[in-house]
Nanobody
């Protein structure tokens, strides 16, 4: 399985972005999928996940601001990010849950700054 993330960019505090993660195969019926992020000088952390039934789970730091969704027909998972804060600055990745090392993609950079 390969994941390709896209949709990152530079946004002002309070702004929004929608990230997309395309999977190389039809995996959503077999695996829970998650978004992770790694900020400057920080470890890679869990952000949000979606199980095979579509049930979402969020890290406390993004709860109420981020929404995970998926388009099974397109083998794509999305992360809608609203009310962005400078602390959300990171490279965002998707992977299965728990993550598999060989599935990590290049990620997409999100920078929140005025």
């Amino acid at each position: 399985v390969q994941f390709v993330e896209s949709g990152g960019g530079l946004v002002q505090p309070g702004g929004s972005l929608r990230l997309a993660c395309a999977a190389s195969g039809s995996i959503f019926s077999r695996f829970a999928v998650a978004w992770y992020r790694q900020g400057p000088g920080k470890q890679r952390d869990f952000v949000a996940s979606r199980d095979t039934d579509g049930y979402p789970v969020y890290a406390d730091s993004v709860k109420g601001r981020f929404t995970i969704s998926a388009d099974n027909a397109k083998n794509t998972v999305y992360l809608q990010m609203n009310s962005l804060k400078p602390d959300d600055t990171a490279v965002y990745y998707c992977n299965v849950l728990p993550p598999i090392g060989s599935y990590w993609g290049q990620g997409t950079q999100v920078t929140v700054s005025s």
